[in-house]
C-alpha cells in the first residue's frame, strides 16, 4: 500500500479543514488489478451498513440504470464494470486526437534530471514483430518495445470528484485534458506516475478513495487511460461503490457528500474536482485548440515548479 498523505480537504479558505484519520475514511489501490480484486470480491455487493444509500435512491447510485447520457453517457453499471477491465475506446480515440494538437509543443522549462530521479524503463504501447525468431519456429517473436530514460518521477492525481449537477461532457473533458498531460510528460521522457481520486465532504465526515493507474515504470495504454480519467463512470459507478461497499459507514451526512478538493505532498499535482461548472466556463468543451492550451499551461507549471494554479473548475 502507498504512503499517501492527505493533508486538507475542502474548496479552499474556510472550507479547508485538516484530514482526520479517526473520524474520516480512506481506501487506497495500488493498480487497477488490485480495484478488478476488490470488485470481484468484497466489493461485489453494497454493505449491508450502507443500506441508506438504497434508501434515499431507490436502488444503490453505482448500480442504478437509466441515468442518463448527460450522468454516466449511458454506461450503466455491466459497462462501467467491463470497460474498467477493457478500457473505452472511443476515449482513446479522444486522447489521441488531443495528443495530435500538442505534437509540435515544447514546454517552456524543464525539471532538474537530477531531482528525484532514476533510472526507467518505460514501455511504448504495441509490440515489435521479430521476423529472424518467427520463422525459426520461435514461441516468443513478439516483443515489448522499451527504452530507458533517467528522469524526474512526476507524481499526478486526477481528482474526480464532480457535483451531481456536472454534465458527463463536461467530465470527460476534463478528464482528457489531464490524461493528456501525463501522456506529454511521458513523451518528453518523464517517469509519471498517475492516480486518480474522488473526495466525498459532509458535515459530519470525509471519504477519500485513491487508485494508482500506473506507477512511473510501468505502461497503460490509451483505452485504460481514458476510462479512469475522463469517464464519468468511472467516478459514478466504480468509486460511488468504494463508498457503498466498505464495512465501515462512512458518516458525510446525506448522499455521497459534496466534492472536495485535497491537497498532499505526495503529489506535483492534484487537479480539483468539478462543481457545477468546469470546461465550459473557459470555452474548451468540445474546443480541441483550447483544451490544448490548457494543457499546456498544467504541462509548463509542473515543470517549473510552480503551484498549479485553478484554471479548469470554478
Not at 480537504?9 to 473520524?23: A, I, K, L, S, T
Not at 524543464?110 to 530521479?117: I, R, S
Amino acid at each position: 500500500m502507498a504512503a499517501i498523505t492527505i493533508e486538507t480537504v475542502g474548496e479552499g479558505g474556510d472550507n479547508q479543514r485538516p484530514f482526520d484519520h479517526e473520524r474520516d475514511a480512506t481506501r487506497q489501490f495500488d493498480s487497477i488489478a488490485a480495484v478488478h480484486a476488490w470488485l470481484d470480491g468484497e466489493g461485489k455487493e453494497p454493505h449491508k451498513n450502507h443500506d441508506w444509500a438504497a434508501n434515499q435512491y431507490g436502488l444503490y447510485s453505482s448500480t442504478k440504470e437509466g441515468r442518463g447520457e448527460s450522468w454516466d453517457l449511458n454506461a450503466g453499471w455491466d459497462n462501467a464494470f467491463k470497460m474498467s477491465y477493457e478500457g473505452w475506446e472511443a476515449g482513446a480515440e479522444k486522447l489521441r486526437l488531443a495528443m495530435e494538437k500538442l505534437e509540435d509543443f515544447s514546454p517552456e522549462a524543464t525539471m532538474d534530471d537530477e531531482a528525484d530521479g532514476m533510472d526507467l524503463l518505460i514501455a511504448e504501447e504495441g509490440e515489435m514483430f521479430m521476423p529472424d525468431e518467427y520463422f525459426a519456429g520461435a514461441e516468443q517473436f513478439m516483443v515489448d518495445v522499451r527504452f530507458k530514460v533517467h528522469k524526474p518521477i512526476i507524481r499526478i492525481c486526477c481528482n474526480l470528484s464532480a457535483s451531481a449537477g456536472v454534465q458527463a461532457q463536461d467530465m470527460l473533458a476534463r478528464g482528457i485534458v489531464i490524461a493528456a498531460v501525463c501522456r506529454k510528460l511521458e513523451r518528453l521522457g518523464y517517469g509519471v506516475q498517475i492516480w486518480v481520486g474522488d473526495a466525498g465532504r459532509g458535515s459530519k465526515g470525509i471519504s477519500v478513495n485513491l487508485v494508482r493507474v500506473k506507477d512511473s515504470s510501468e505502461y497503460i495504454d490509451d483505452k485504460a487511460l481514458a476510462f479512469w480519467m475522463g469517464h464519468p463512470a468511472a467516478l459514478r459507478r466504480i468509486f460511488f461503490r468504494f463508498i457503498e461497499a466498505t464495512p465501515v459507514k462512512i458518516d458525510i451526512g446525506s448522499c455521497y457528500g459534496m466534492p472536495g478538493n485535497f491537497t498532499s505532498p505526495d503529489f506535483d499535482l492534484v487537479s480539483p474536482s468539478a462543481h457545477l461548472a468546469v470546461a465550459r466556463k473557459e470555452g474548451w468543451y468540445n474546443n480541441p485548440e483550447a483544451a490544448a492550451k490548457a494543457t499546456e499551461r498544467y504541462i509548463n507549471q509542473i515543470l517549473s515548479g510552480m503551484k498549479v494554479e485553478e484554471t479548469i473548475c470554478d
